[in-house]
């Protein structure tokens, strides 16, 4: 899961509610972030990733998916401009290269946009990028997703490929349900970032957007295990899904709320287990 929730201010005074960013960073990257490593995976084994491939991760965040892309040989740059905190994390995991990863060139990790993780002059173009920030939670999210392919594929060789990522259907993401408290609570902000389900074709209809040739899909499973209700809490929160119904409510309603949605899913040893599963899109740029 990744922040996808637009952020506005509430029409009303008073202060926003502080948040700690660099707590919520390290707990996305040490609880929540690590959820989403069998779809990673699955692509990289399927792509064949490894020493002749050229990436570049877009809304890399604390840079999970670009390690492991790195520790099979793969030459990485990731491209983000949502959490400072967050790219921080991956410059700590990623930079200097990590000792023992057969990449040719080290990992580059760059703040701005896809415009600014432009290759270095002299070096390839990339043959790979990836879009693992998954559509499918938030109103507006495949416009952000188009945004990024459409000025990342200038950068790309002719036949690379691109991967998107999205939630599955939402009887099969159990998870849905909670994320469902996140609109509850931030009507007052007329749903600019409000929580909807997936649709089928978000994916297609997105690459086609972009002038992209579908090449190949897939699902995997990705449940969300926690080891008790505080990295529940915790994990969920990290994703910035929740800000919005932070800043329309408060902490501590936030916290009660997502408690209860929680709760259904706590197993009798005390850990919190959701089942889910993730689609992708292998789409190539002609």
Known sequence: MTPTLARQHLPHAGAAPRVDRRARARDWAEIQE??????YEA????????????????????????????SRGASVTGVDSGSRERLALARERLLPATPGTRA??????????P???????????????????????????TAVLARQ????????????LAVLAAWG?????????????????????????SWRPARRDDLEETAQRCGLRPDGSGRVACPFGYADMDSALRGMLSTGLFDAAIRATDQEQVD??????????R??????????????????IP
Request: hydrophobic share 40%.
């Open 149 to 160: 392919l459409i000025a990342a594929t200038p950068f790309a060789e002719r036949g690379a």
């Open 256 to 265: 009660k709320e997502l408690a209860e949605a929680l709760h259904p899913h």
């Open 115 to 141: 415009r600014d993780a432009a290759p270095s002059r002299g070096e390839p173009a990339y043959n790979l990028l990836t879009a693992f920030e998954p559509v499918g939670c938030a109103a507006g999210d």
């Open 43 to 70: 692509v990289y084994e399927r792509l064949d990733v490894g020493c002749g491939t050229r990436l570049l991760g877009l809304g890399c965040g604390a840079g999970l998916a670009l390690l492991l892309a790195a």
């Open 267 to 284: 197993r009798p040893d005390g850990t919190v287990w959701m089942p889910n599963v993730f689609r992708y899109l292998i789409a190539r």
């Open 169 to 193: 259907p939402p009887e099969r993401c159990t998870t849905s349900s909670v994320l469902r408290v996140a609109t509850k609570l931030a009507d007052p902000e007329q749903g600019t970032g």
């Open 104 to 113: 040719r060139t080290g990992p580059r990790i760059v703040d701005g946009s």
């Open 34 to 39: 690590r959820m989403l490593v069998p779809l």
